[in-house]
């Protein structure tokens, strides 16, 4: 079967993803940390969707879940670094 994950959009993902966890992770703002969940939620929406089934291990709340969203964003940061550290390979 034919995956629609290209190295393109693992590297889009990781690169939004990260740049934001790492705000969201030094932040001592709570309406930061809202704002960064709220801009995350939006963004999952629009990404790739089989990528998004990957990271995420078909979980439906992943990134969208307030009280898992620390543990989510730092999961999908590792995910997306080890896949593209992989060779071109099916994900």
Same mark, same amino acid.
């Given at each position: 079967?034919?995956? @629609?994950?290209? #190295? *393109?959009? $693992? %590297? ?9 966890? +790492? ?6 703002? @709570?309406?930061? #940390? *809202?704002? $960064? %969940? ?9 990404? +790739? ?43």
């Amino acid at each position: 079967m034919k995956t @629609s994950i290209t #190295k *393109d959009s $693992i %590297e889009t993902a990781y690169s939004f993803l990260h740049q934001k966890r +790492n705000v969201y992770i030094h932040s001592t703002l @709570s309406w930061q #940390k *809202d704002d $960064i %969940e709220l801009s995350i939620a939006e963004y999952v929406d629009s990404m +790739n969707k089989e990528l998004y089934a990957v990271i995420a291990a078909d979980r439906p709340d992943f990134l969208r879940d307030h009280q898992h969203f620390a543990d989510d964003i730092t999961l999908a940061v590792e995910q997306l670094e080890q896949m593209l550290q992989r060779p071109n390979t099916s994900y």
